[in-house]
């Protein structure tokens, strides 16, 4: 709530005082404010992920924690019995690398490698 010091303060300045509503911040949040002028230069990262079947013992953080949900869990049971996580159907190309699964992977079952641009990690 302004105060009757804080309007006249704005007026002097020559700001006009509008309210916040549900509506105004939902348009903050929808609509970007900054974007980097070298947006359409810059490159996506790319990456080449390698899992190993044999470690995972499907507690699921790989694929409920990739931000690009380029990971899901396979219909096939490793050695231990337990599903490791695939590639999810088109998105072979979407790893970009963030180490995400990495980091989160209890059992070091799953990494991540940054591909340059000529194709090769």
């Given amino acids: 709530m302004t105060t009757s010091s804080e309007n006249s303060r704005a007026a002097y300045y020559g700001f006009k005082i509008t309210p916040l ?3 105004r911040i939902k348009d903050w949040y929808e609509q970007p404010i900054r974007q980097p002028l070298n947006l359409d230069k810059k ?3 790319r990456g ?3 899992i190993i079947p044999d470690r ?3 507690c699921g953080y790989c694929w409920e ?3 690009e949900h380029v990971l899901s869990i ?3 049971l490793n050695k231990k019995g337990y599903r ?3 590639i999810a159907d088109g998105k072979e190309d979407a790893c970009v690398a ?3 699964c990495t980091e989160v992977c209890p059992d070091f079952a799953i990494f991540t490698e940054e591909i340059d641009e000529g194709g090769t990690p």
């Fill in 65 to 67: 924690y990739c931000p």
């Fill in 21 to 23: 509503t549900p509506d």
């Fill in 98 to 100: 963030c180490s995400m």
């Fill in 48 to 50: 080449q992920l390698y």
């Fill in 43 to 45: 490159k996506q990262p």
């Fill in 84 to 86: 490791y996580p695939t």
């Fill in 56 to 58: 995972c013992k499907e």
């Fill in 74 to 76: 396979s219909t096939n």
